[in-house]
């Protein structure tokens, strides 16, 4: 698959953008968050990285192939704590796959609000990941980042400020044969538990 690149051959820390990646994409396979990503590559322009561009990454080829979190163990915890709220109301689950062990999903009725779990700024806005759907993802801070996807419609674009709260999407199914929101909470690009983070409650 073109999408998962490959990192420069023979040269650490380095990877040269393929059609159709993201900085997100590309963040997400090197763990490490977005701002870390721009930060070491002095970006100005995020809306264009060019394929053949060589691209400064945190590791090399092994850590873009490292394994997700086993499902049945130890869940990582963030040295830090950050407030949030529920991004929507509905029935929650865990995660049952090795893969979004740490996430939570929300069902209820195809529309229902979207809402940011914490105010920050969004740095994806699309559907261009597998499996994910229309998804957004808000960096909190250079540790933080959430993680919206299977939406129905996004109403905030890539770039914007969100409030705490604010309705950034309606759940629908995208890219799941089910309607539902798919929430992911990551500290330093990786998956940290959600649950652990949220407040609280008898019912969202």
Not at 162 to 188: C, H, K, P, W
Request: aromatic share 6%; glycine share 10%.
């Amino acid at each position: 698959m073109t999408a998962c690149g490959t990192s420069k051959p023979g040269v650490e820390g380095q990877y040269r953008v393929m059609k159709g990646d993201t900085l997100t994409q590309i963040a997400r396979k090197h763990g490490q968050s977005v701002d870390s990503l721009i930060r070491l590559n002095n970006l100005k322009d995020l809306d264009h990285i060019r394929v053949g561009q060589v691209l400064k990454v945190r590791g090399g080829p092994a850590s873009a192939s490292a394994p997700p979190p086993a499902a049945n163990g130890p869940s990582i915890a963030a040295p830090r704590s950050i407030d949030l709220v529920w991004p929507a109301e509905g029935k929650s689950r865990r995660g049952t796959s090795a893969s979004n062990s740490q996430a939570i999903y929300i069902a209820a009725a195809a529309g229902s609000p979207v809402k940011a779990a914490a105010a920050g700024k969004v740095v994806y806005a699309g559907n261009g990941l597998r499996g994910y759907g229309n998804m957004l993802i808000v960096n909190h801070d250079a540790d933080f980042l959430s993680v919206y996807a299977h939406n129905q419609a996004l109403l905030v674009k890539e770039g914007a400020q969100v409030r705490q709260g604010q309705t950034i999407a309606t759940m629908g199914s995208s890219g799941s044969d089910a309607v539902n929101l798919y929430f992911e909470l990551r500290y330093n690009g990786k998956a940290v538990d959600a649950l652990r983070y949220l407040p609280k409650a008898s019912s969202h």
